[in-house]
């Protein structure tokens, strides 16, 4: 139903109150018709709204997945690097090791042999790189392979003297018939 001035004079307003009352009609009817435009191009935009929030969902959801991969990267990183500096210093004890069998007088032939029954663990190490408990590392080695042990010692060859007797003759100076008589008396 609409306010029209034939409904008002009807209900025997004054004429000139009926204007002022549809001018008022009118004012609120064109403030709703804005909003309503305003509602209207709203729901519109809408659609652009939920296309731009999914996109922002997806990227989201990607940012979500490389940060996943980001995060499995960096542990994959963590534990290769934990797994090479416990290879170092494994290293370094083995190394350490087989300087303190060797100081003990091992055969360097089985040093190899003896540093597999070494337990790494309990070496400890300083700063530097020594060893700082090779003695309960390694008397253990030193009692299981006694037989390799030992110092040795650097000892010259033996001189052996010469025969003593008359010198060889000079076969060079000799001509064939002196030769010849000093071997044939020989023989004799």
Known sequence: MTLTRKMLKAMGVEDEK????????????????????????????????????????????????????????????????AKVEAEKVAARKQAAAEAALLAEGANPKAVKLMLKDIDLSKMELDDAGKPTNTEAVISPIKTEYADFF?????????????PTGT????YDDMTDEDYYKSTVKKKE
Not at 151 to 157: A, E, R, Y
Not at 167 to 170: A, E, H, L, S, W
Request: charge should be negative; aromatic fraction near 4%; glycine fraction near 2%.
């Open 18 to 81: 009926v204007e002022q009352i549809i001018e008022a009609h009118a004012e609120t009817v064109d403030a709703l018709k804005q909003e309503r435009d305003k509602y209207k191009t709203d729901a519109e935009s809408l659609s652009n709204v939920a296309k731009e929030r999914d996109a922002i969902k997806a990227r989201i959801e990607a940012l979500d997945t490389v940060k996943t991969t980001a995060e499995t990267v960096k542990a994959e990183y963590d534990e290769y690097k």
């Open 150 to 162: 030992g110092k040795q010692q650097q000892q010259g060859v033996n001189t052996v003297k010469p």
């Open 167 to 170: 010198p060889p003759p000079n």
